[in-house]
Protein backbone atom coordinates (compact mmCIF):
# COMPACT_ATOMS: atom_id res chain seq x y z
CA UNK A 1 0.00 0.00 0.00
CA UNK A 2 0.99 3.20 -0.69
CA UNK A 3 2.32 5.70 2.05
CA UNK A 4 0.96 9.09 3.39
CA UNK A 5 2.25 12.06 3.98
CA UNK A 6 0.73 14.43 6.90
CA UNK A 7 1.78 17.55 8.81
CA UNK A 8 2.23 16.79 12.15
CA UNK A 9 -0.20 19.45 13.55
CA UNK A 10 -2.27 22.19 12.73
CA UNK A 11 -4.52 24.42 14.57
CA UNK A 12 -8.56 25.97 13.30
CA UNK A 13 -10.50 28.52 15.32
CA UNK A 14 -14.37 27.11 15.87
CA UNK A 15 -16.38 27.71 13.82
CA UNK A 16 -13.90 28.17 10.59
CA UNK A 17 -13.60 25.00 7.99
CA UNK A 18 -10.33 22.97 8.92
CA UNK A 19 -8.68 22.08 5.52
CA UNK A 20 -6.11 18.89 5.84
CA UNK A 21 -3.94 18.33 3.54
CA UNK A 22 -2.43 14.24 2.84
CA UNK A 23 0.35 13.53 -0.03
CA UNK A 24 0.34 10.24 -1.18
CA UNK A 25 2.13 10.50 -4.52
CA UNK A 26 2.78 6.81 -5.16
CA UNK A 27 -0.69 5.86 -4.89
CA UNK A 28 -1.76 2.97 -7.43
CA UNK A 29 -4.49 3.01 -10.07
CA UNK A 30 -7.11 1.02 -7.50
CA UNK A 31 -6.38 2.80 -4.46
CA UNK A 32 -8.87 4.37 -2.00
CA UNK A 33 -8.17 7.07 0.32
CA UNK A 34 -9.45 7.06 3.51
CA UNK A 35 -9.49 9.01 6.76
CA UNK A 36 -10.31 8.10 10.42
CA UNK A 37 -9.66 10.34 13.44
CA UNK A 38 -8.86 9.88 16.88
CA UNK A 39 -10.38 11.24 19.77
CA UNK A 40 -7.91 11.55 23.03
CA UNK A 41 -8.57 7.65 24.75
CA UNK A 42 -10.65 6.58 22.48
CA UNK A 43 -10.38 3.91 19.59
CA UNK A 44 -10.15 5.47 15.92
CA UNK A 45 -13.43 6.69 14.15
CA UNK A 46 -13.85 6.10 10.66
CA UNK A 47 -14.54 9.61 8.66
CA UNK A 48 -14.96 9.62 4.81
CA UNK A 49 -13.21 8.00 1.57
CA UNK A 50 -12.88 7.91 -1.70
CA UNK A 51 -11.15 6.67 -5.03
CA UNK A 52 -11.23 9.49 -7.33
CA UNK A 53 -14.55 11.91 -6.61
CA UNK A 54 -14.44 14.09 -4.41
CA UNK A 55 -17.17 12.88 -1.83
CA UNK A 56 -18.84 14.45 1.11
CA UNK A 57 -21.15 12.92 3.83
CA UNK A 58 -22.35 13.69 7.39
CA UNK A 59 -18.80 14.01 9.06
CA UNK A 60 -16.78 15.77 6.05
CA UNK A 61 -15.82 16.19 2.76
CA UNK A 62 -12.86 14.67 0.58
CA UNK A 63 -11.04 16.27 -2.20
CA UNK A 64 -9.01 14.51 -4.37
CA UNK A 65 -6.85 16.06 -6.69
CA UNK A 66 -7.24 14.58 -10.28
CA UNK A 67 -3.97 13.20 -10.67
CA UNK A 68 -4.73 11.83 -7.40
CA UNK A 69 -1.16 12.57 -5.47
CA UNK A 70 -2.86 14.21 -3.03
CA UNK A 71 -5.98 15.30 -1.05
CA UNK A 72 -7.57 17.38 1.34
CA UNK A 73 -10.61 16.39 4.14
CA UNK A 74 -12.55 19.79 5.39
CA UNK A 75 -14.67 19.98 8.57
CA UNK A 76 -16.83 22.43 7.13
CA UNK A 77 -17.68 24.08 10.36
CA UNK A 78 -15.29 22.53 13.34
CA UNK A 79 -16.12 22.35 16.59
CA UNK A 80 -13.97 21.61 19.80
CA UNK A 81 -15.30 18.06 19.43
CA UNK A 82 -13.32 17.77 16.05
CA UNK A 83 -9.98 18.15 18.48
CA UNK A 84 -8.36 14.48 17.29
CA UNK A 85 -5.48 13.02 15.48
CA UNK A 86 -6.50 12.68 11.87
CA UNK A 87 -5.31 9.77 9.59
CA UNK A 88 -5.17 9.70 5.84
CA UNK A 89 -4.22 6.12 4.51
CA UNK A 90 -4.42 4.63 1.33
CA UNK A 91 -5.00 0.75 0.46
CA UNK A 92 -6.65 -1.16 -2.55
CA UNK A 93 -9.98 -3.36 -2.39
CA UNK A 94 -9.65 -7.14 -2.07
CA UNK A 95 -9.75 -9.83 0.44
CA UNK A 96 -7.58 -8.99 3.53
CA UNK A 97 -6.31 -5.50 2.45
CA UNK A 98 -6.97 -4.21 5.71
CA UNK A 99 -4.76 -5.83 7.19
CA UNK A 100 -2.15 -4.30 5.28
CA UNK A 101 -2.77 -1.07 6.13
CA UNK A 102 0.17 1.77 7.25
CA UNK A 103 -0.84 3.51 10.39
CA UNK A 104 1.34 6.62 10.64
CA UNK A 105 1.43 9.55 13.17
CA UNK A 106 -1.48 11.67 11.40
CA UNK A 107 -2.12 15.08 11.79
CA UNK A 108 -3.07 16.77 15.21
CA UNK A 109 -6.06 19.00 15.11
CA UNK A 110 -6.25 21.30 17.80
CA UNK A 111 -9.52 23.55 17.22
CA UNK A 112 -9.47 26.64 19.15
CA UNK A 113 -12.53 28.69 20.77
CA UNK B 1 -26.27 -1.18 19.44
CA UNK B 2 -22.75 -1.68 21.01
CA UNK B 3 -20.32 -1.85 18.18
CA UNK B 4 -17.23 -3.02 19.08
CA UNK B 5 -16.85 -3.83 23.31
CA UNK B 6 -13.39 -4.46 24.70
CA UNK B 7 -12.45 -5.60 27.98
CA UNK B 8 -11.17 -4.72 30.76
CA UNK B 9 -10.61 -1.10 29.87
CA UNK B 10 -7.30 -1.03 32.46
CA UNK B 11 -4.93 -3.38 33.63
CA UNK B 12 -1.79 -3.77 35.30
CA UNK B 13 0.00 -6.64 35.44
CA UNK B 14 3.78 -8.01 36.58
CA UNK B 15 6.36 -8.90 34.45
CA UNK B 16 5.37 -12.69 33.72
CA UNK B 17 1.41 -12.87 34.62
CA UNK B 18 -0.99 -13.77 31.71
CA UNK B 19 -3.89 -11.96 30.18
CA UNK B 20 -6.77 -12.45 28.37
CA UNK B 21 -8.15 -9.18 26.50
CA UNK B 22 -11.72 -9.75 25.28
CA UNK B 23 -13.62 -7.83 22.26
CA UNK B 24 -16.77 -8.65 20.76
CA UNK B 25 -18.54 -7.13 18.73
CA UNK B 26 -22.61 -6.79 17.59
CA UNK B 27 -22.56 -5.99 14.23
CA UNK B 28 -22.18 -9.38 12.38
CA UNK B 29 -18.97 -8.53 10.86
CA UNK B 30 -16.90 -11.48 9.66
CA UNK B 31 -13.23 -9.75 10.34
CA UNK B 32 -11.39 -8.85 13.27
CA UNK B 33 -7.64 -7.36 14.49
CA UNK B 34 -6.12 -6.59 17.48
CA UNK B 35 -3.78 -3.63 16.95
CA UNK B 36 -1.58 -1.51 19.24
CA UNK B 37 -0.42 1.91 19.71
CA UNK B 38 2.31 3.29 21.61
CA UNK B 39 3.55 6.69 21.97
CA UNK B 40 5.31 7.78 18.97
CA UNK B 41 4.25 4.94 16.48
CA UNK B 42 1.37 4.70 14.62
CA UNK B 43 -1.21 1.54 15.21
CA UNK B 44 0.37 -1.87 14.65
CA UNK B 45 -1.38 -4.83 13.57
CA UNK B 46 -0.88 -8.08 15.85
CA UNK B 47 -3.27 -10.52 14.55
CA UNK B 48 -6.62 -10.73 12.85
CA UNK B 49 -9.12 -12.95 11.64
CA UNK B 50 -10.64 -12.96 8.10
CA UNK B 51 -13.43 -14.43 9.11
CA UNK B 52 -14.57 -17.20 12.00
CA UNK B 53 -12.68 -19.94 12.66
CA UNK B 54 -9.54 -18.65 10.97
CA UNK B 55 -6.91 -16.30 11.85
CA UNK B 56 -3.59 -14.55 10.92
CA UNK B 57 -0.22 -12.88 12.05
CA UNK B 58 -0.07 -9.12 11.58
CA UNK B 59 2.98 -7.24 11.97
CA UNK B 60 3.75 -7.60 15.41
CA UNK B 61 2.32 -11.08 16.73
CA UNK B 62 5.28 -12.16 19.24
CA UNK B 63 4.52 -12.53 22.47
CA UNK B 64 0.53 -12.98 21.85
CA UNK B 65 -1.94 -15.43 20.87
CA UNK B 66 -5.85 -15.35 19.45
CA UNK B 67 -8.99 -16.82 19.68
CA UNK B 68 -11.84 -16.36 17.79
CA UNK B 69 -14.13 -17.96 19.65
CA UNK B 70 -17.42 -17.50 17.23
CA UNK B 71 -18.15 -14.72 14.69
CA UNK B 72 -18.64 -11.78 17.98
CA UNK B 73 -15.76 -12.53 19.75
CA UNK B 74 -11.99 -11.92 19.43
CA UNK B 75 -9.72 -12.68 22.55
CA UNK B 76 -6.05 -11.77 22.89
CA UNK B 77 -4.09 -13.79 25.03
CA UNK B 78 -0.66 -12.56 26.81
CA UNK B 79 0.98 -15.92 28.12
CA UNK B 80 3.90 -14.04 30.23
CA UNK B 81 3.54 -10.34 29.56
CA UNK B 82 6.77 -8.34 29.72
CA UNK B 83 7.19 -4.47 30.00
CA UNK B 84 7.71 -3.88 26.51
CA UNK B 85 4.35 -5.22 25.82
CA UNK B 86 2.90 -1.86 28.25
CA UNK B 87 0.85 -0.53 25.56
CA UNK B 88 -2.56 0.27 24.29
CA UNK B 89 -4.88 -2.48 22.74
CA UNK B 90 -7.02 -1.93 19.90
CA UNK B 91 -9.61 -4.12 18.75
CA UNK B 92 -11.59 -3.79 15.04
CA UNK B 93 -13.78 -5.14 12.60
CA UNK B 94 -15.33 -5.05 9.66
CA UNK B 95 -18.02 -6.27 7.65
CA UNK B 96 -15.84 -7.22 4.82
CA UNK B 97 -11.83 -7.88 5.29
CA UNK B 98 -11.42 -5.81 2.24
CA UNK B 99 -11.43 -1.54 1.86
CA UNK B 100 -14.69 -1.70 4.28
CA UNK B 101 -14.15 0.67 7.12
CA UNK B 102 -12.65 -0.52 10.20
CA UNK B 103 -14.94 0.02 13.14
CA UNK B 104 -12.91 0.22 16.88
CA UNK B 105 -13.26 -0.09 20.51
CA UNK B 106 -12.15 2.40 22.85
CA UNK B 107 -9.07 0.21 24.07
CA UNK B 108 -7.69 -1.57 26.62
CA UNK B 109 -4.49 0.12 28.68
CA UNK B 110 -2.32 -2.19 29.50
CA UNK B 111 1.02 -1.30 32.11
CA UNK B 112 3.48 -4.23 32.71
CA UNK B 113 5.50 -3.74 35.99
Known amino acids: DAKTTQPPSMDCAEGRAANLPCNHS???????VYWYRQIHSQGPQYIIHGLKNNETNEMASLIITEDRKSSTLILPHATLRDTAVYYCIVTSPGAGNNRKLIWGLGTSLAVNP | NAGVTQTPKFQVLKTGQSMTLQCAQD?????MYWYRQDPGMGLRLIYYSASEGTTDKGEVPNGYNVSRLNKREFSLRLESAAPSQTSVYFCASTRYGGNSPLHFGNGTRLTVT
Open chain 2, 27 to 31: MNHNS
Open chain 1, 26 to 32: TISGNEY
